[in-house]
């Protein structure tokens, strides 16, 4: 069993900062991508950034200027810097990973149970 454990939400001003992190626990190989999504009240789910288990990530939100991913594959977790945060951003906020439960089987998606970050100006 695979579980996404994420953490660092709540409510701030505008123009501050969070740190967002998520950590894969359980029995599982390996883990492959992880990513960052949000998802504002009566929007879809969108992708922040995508984080390869090596190499660059890949940010598709316009606004990554303020958005930086970072990976620590020994602790296998992701985290999200935000800054300059808007009330925009207000979301809850998902981490995504493909996860190997064995060096076999094809790696599974994973979602975590979201953390809401909410912005006020």
């Known amino acids: 069993q695979v579980q996404l454990m994420e953490s660092g939400g709540g409510s701030v001003q505008a123009g501050g900062s969070l740190r967002l992190s998520c950590t894969a626990v359980g029995n599982f190989f390996r883990v492959n991508s992880m990513a960052w999504y949000r998802q504002a009240p009566g929007n879809q789910r969108d992708m922040i950034a995508y984080m390869p288990s090596s190499g660059e990530p890949i940010y598709s939100t316009p606004e990554k200027g303020r958005f930086t991913v970072s990976r620590d594959n020994a602790k296998n977790s992701v985290y999200l810097q935000i800054n300059r945060l808007i009330p925009w951003d207000t979301a809850v906020y998902y981490c995504?990973?493909?996860?190997?439960?064995?060096?076999?089987?094809?790696?599974?998606?994973?979602w975590g149970q979201g953390t809401l970050v909410t912005v006020s100006s």
């Open positions: 995504n990973a493909q996860v190997q439960s064995n060096r076999y089987e094809i790696p599974q998606e994973y």
